[in-house]
DNA sequence: TAGGCCATCTGGTCCT
DNA sequence: AGGACCAGATGGCCTA
């Protein structure tokens, strides 16, 4: 993230421009690449990005605001991941198995386990002060990345004009259409027939069903508990979540070393890349954020950024051929 | 063509 | 009650 030259924010990117080359020199001492492209953003996103596919950078070579988020307009959805069009499928009642909970974690024992270390602001367990002093540094350019992705009306079902053939429906509850020849012998798991559909949607609480007849009127149910209006603005509120959080990791994409242009690294490796890439940064600013706080050296550091960035990326099939 | 990745829909659960 | 969060299911796209 960019900085404001607020004390601790430059003692930061002093730090992070001396890892920069740290990593750097890590790289090219670890003789394991010999490619043109050295570190630089994975996402492909930036592909028209002047800076780009120049000298090699690092997230943290901030002379400009290489690490800002960029706010780019939401494409239209070329590729609609999930057409209404397309087949749909039956809700079904959970067949078997335990009804799984969601673990719910309590805030005492997370109390318990946190301390107070007024030495590590960045640390999530750090004194709330401190972690006030660290927000207050933050640069007010910060871009919220639920602002970034507002909805485009294309997107979303509720913003499309009806039409005879557009889905009247919940999703979940129209019968998929039979497949030409396969449907007769391979049956989702997940279909149920309509005795069992109208069985479970008896017992099922709330369920305004209205269904019971084979076709047409099997189609015409409403969600469990939930109106379709509801259901179609739940739906949209889950877009902007997942939205914001894709949002978040294209920042974290761009903040993190890669050693490709093109190549967009996936949320996974943005995460691995991420742990080992903070692990450096921490022990250069003399803390260490290794989980068994083994201290390892910033060598080791930067040998396993590096690593971590040629797995993720996959280079290492390249170089080998 | 299989597998990985991702977007979307959906229902359950938790929180305010 | 309604929104947030989460995980499962599903299908499209891309690449090896």
């Not at 690449?33 to 596919?53: K, L, Q, T, V």
């Not at 959805?77 to 799984?100: F, Q, T, Y």
């Not at 301390?115 to 709330?128: E, I, L, M, Q, Y």
Request: proline share 7%.
């Amino acid at each position: 993230m960019a900085t404001e030259p607020t004390p601790d924010s430059a003692y930061a990117k002093l730090t992070a421009s001396e890892l920069s080359a740290l990593i750097l020199k890590g790289a090219s001492m670890s003789s394991l690449i010999d490619r043109d492209a050295g570190f630089c953003s994975g996402s492909s996103e930036i592909e028209d990005d002047p800076d780009h596919g120049q000298a090699p950078r690092s997230p943290t070579d901030s002379s400009e605001d290489s690490v800002e988020v960029r706010v780019t307009p939401i494409p239209l959805p070329s590729k609609n991941k999930r057409k209404s069009s397309e087949p749909l499928r039956c809700v079904s009642e959970p067949e078997l198995g335990p009804i799984k909970k969601r673990i719910r974690y309590e805030e005492k024992l997370k109390e318990s386990e946190m301390k107070s270390d007024p030495k590590n602001p960045f640390r999530p367990w750090a004194s709330v002060a401190a972690a006030a002093s660290v927000i207050e540094c933050a640069p007010p350019s910060v871009v919220d990345p639920a602002e970034i992705f507002k909805r485009h009306p294309a997107v979303t079902t509720l913003h499309r004009l009806p039409s005879c053939d557009d889905q009247e429906e919940p999703l979940a509850l129209i019968a998929k259409k039979p497949a030409k020849e396969k449907s007769e012998t391979f049956i989702p798991r997940r279909i149920k027939t309509e005795t069992e559909e109208s069985n479970s949607t008896s017992s099922a609480s709330g369920s305004t069903s209205g269904g019971g007849g084979r076709s047409s009127q099997t189609q015409q149910r409403n969600y469990k508990n939930m109106t379709r209006e509801r259901r179609i603005e739940a739906n949209a509120r889950e877009r902007t979540r997942v939205h914001t959080i894709s949002a978040a990791f294209d920042t974290l994409r761009h903040a993190i070393p890669s050693y490709s242009n093109t190549q967009k690294l996936s949320k996974l490796s943005v995460l691995r890349i991420a742990c080992s890439y903070i692990l450096t940064l921490s022990r250069v600013a003399g803390m260490d954020y290794s989980q068994d706080s083994s201290e390892p050296s910033i060598d080791e550091c930067v040998d396993l950024v590096t690593k971590t960035i040629q797995t993720e990326g996959k280079l290492r099939k390249k170089k080998d051929e």
